[in-house]
């Protein structure tokens, strides 16, 4: 709370606080506390995680009551709801609404794919879609998937297991495996899109820092009837040999200024993992981009620094 209010003396006695400031600051103190204490009351817990939320006005229900069937994407599994719960995270729901193509670009952490796969099960559900399909490029991390046992199936799925977690987070594994055996729901990777036409269809390709130029064209071109298409990479994690050869940034340069196409830059200050990331992600971000990096990724690394510059309190 004193990071967060370095403008205000705070001094904890007991169960009381005391704060000296002007009357505004304390009294935008006193709206984030009550919010904070409601959240205590309904949760029975506070983790420095949701303490954060609430003080960047990320964690809405706390101030509000309860979410509201608004704000709220997708019920998922064992009751919880699933929202947006940071500022850009909310800039790509309503970008969503009025885009057929969405480019969300930002570092690890941000909840990009997993908000763009609550979109995407929530069109399903409203009958806006008859197909959600995912998709990644099969680029190893540093790994060679060749030495992985089995068949190009079983080597591939551990690649793509963390769309197949964030699914299970919104839709019961029973009936999950259901939709997949019926091809509702398709995970595959990106070379598996070449020569099909996706029609009704929320479609969303993830890292796709690691595609270059001419696979963004072929995976675009794949765009049907009634089809949504949400992109999200991280050009400061990209895994190809060459790191020239990205093609997200300049795909992103073209394609500005057409009307149904948004872009949504994340940022440090919408890391919502453990609260190191936010302090990894910022460290690594000092480090010089090597020579073969393009220069669209190095203005990349100085807008995250600057990012994290205002978001630290």
Same mark, same amino acid.
């Given at each position: 709370?004193?990071?967060?209010?370095?403008?205000?003396?705070?001094?904890?006695?007991?169960?009381?606080?005391?704060?000296?400031?002007?009357?505004?600051?304390?009294?935008?103190?006193?709206?984030? *506390?009550?919010? @904070?204490?409601?959240?205590?009351?309904?949760?029975?817990?506070?983790?420095?995680?949701?303490?954060?939320?609430?003080?960047?006005?990320?964690?809405?229900?706390?101030?509000?009551?309860?979410?509201?069937?608004?704000?709220?994407?997708?019920?998922?599994?064992?009751?919880?709801?699933?929202?947006?719960?940071?500022?850009?995270?909310?800039?790509?729901?309503?970008?969503?609404?009025?885009?057929?193509?969405?480019?969300?670009?930002?570092?690890?952490?941000?909840?990009?794919?997993?908000?763009?796969?609550?979109?995407?099960?929530?069109?399903?559900?409203?009958?806006?879609?008859?197909?959600?399909?995912?998709?990644?490029?099969?680029?190893?991390?540093?790994?060679? *998937?060749?030495?992985?046992?089995?068949?190009?199936?079983?080597?591939?799925?551990?690649?793509?297991?963390? !769309?197949?977690?964030? @699914?299970?987070?919104?839709?019961?594994?029973?009936?999950?495996?259901?939709?997949?055996?019926?091809?509702?729901?398709?995970?595959?990777? *990106?070379?598996?899109?070449?020569?099909?036409?996706?029609?009704?269809?929320?479609?969303?390709?993830?890292?796709?820092?690691?595609?270059?130029?001419?696979?963004?064209?072929?995976? !675009?071109?794949?765009?049907?009837?009634?089809?949504?298409?949400?992109?999200?990479?991280?050009?400061?994690?990209?895994?190809?040999?060459?790191?020239?050869?990205?093609?997200?940034?300049?795909?992103?340069?073209?394609?500005?200024?057409?009307?149904?196409?948004?872009?949504?830059?994340?940022?440090?200050?919408?890391?919502?993992?453990?609260?190191?990331?936010?302090?990894?992600?910022?460290?690594?971000?000092? @480090?010089?981009?090597?020579?073969?990096?393009?220069?669209?990724?190095?203005?990349?690394?100085?807008?995250?620094?600057?990012?994290?510059?205002?978001?630290?309190?």
């Amino acid at each position: 709370m004193k990071e967060a209010f370095p403008q205000l003396k705070i001094i904890a006695r007991g169960e009381q606080l005391k704060v000296q400031g002007s009357p505004e600051d304390i009294a935008r103190f006193e709206r984030k *506390l009550d919010s @904070l204490v409601h959240l205590a009351e309904k949760r029975q817990h506070l983790t420095e995680d949701s303490i954060v939320s609430v003080l960047q006005g990320a964690v809405n229900q706390a101030e509000s009551g309860s979410p509201t069937q608004d704000n709220v994407l997708v019920y998922g599994i064992n009751g919880n709801f699933i929202k947006a719960r940071t500022k850009n995270q909310e800039i790509l729901v309503k970008a969503y609404e009025k885009n057929d193509l969405i480019f969300a670009e930002g570092p690890a952490g941000t909840g990009k794919t997993y908000t763009a796969i609550a979109l995407a099960v929530r069109a399903w559900k409203n009958k806006e879609v008859r197909r959600i399909i995912l998709t990644r490029p099969a680029v190893e991390a540093g790994e060679q *998937l060749g030495f992985l046992p089995g068949d190009m199936k079983e080597k591939l799925d551990p690649y793509l297991q963390p !769309l197949y977690d964030a @699914l299970r987070d919104m839709i019961p594994s029973k009936r999950l495996e259901a939709l997949m055996q019926e091809g509702i729901v398709q995970i595959a990777p *990106l070379a598996y899109m070449r020569g099909r036409t996706l029609d009704h269809a929320c479609v969303i390709l993830d890292e796709a820092q690691n595609t270059s130029l001419s696979q963004l064209k072929m995976f !675009l071109t794949r765009m049907g009837k009634d089809a949504k298409f949400i992109i999200t990479g991280d050009t400061s994690q990209i895994d190809l040999v060459k790191k020239s050869d990205s093609g997200l940034s300049r795909c992103m340069d073209l394609l500005k200024g057409i009307k149904g196409i948004a872009f949504v830059r994340f940022d440090t200050g919408d890391i919502i993992r453990h609260p190191l990331v936010k302090k990894i992600v910022t460290a690594f971000s000092r @480090l010089p981009a090597s020579g073969s990096a393009s220069t669209s990724t190095g203005t990349s690394t100085k807008s995250s620094k600057a990012a994290s510059a205002k978001t630290t309190p």
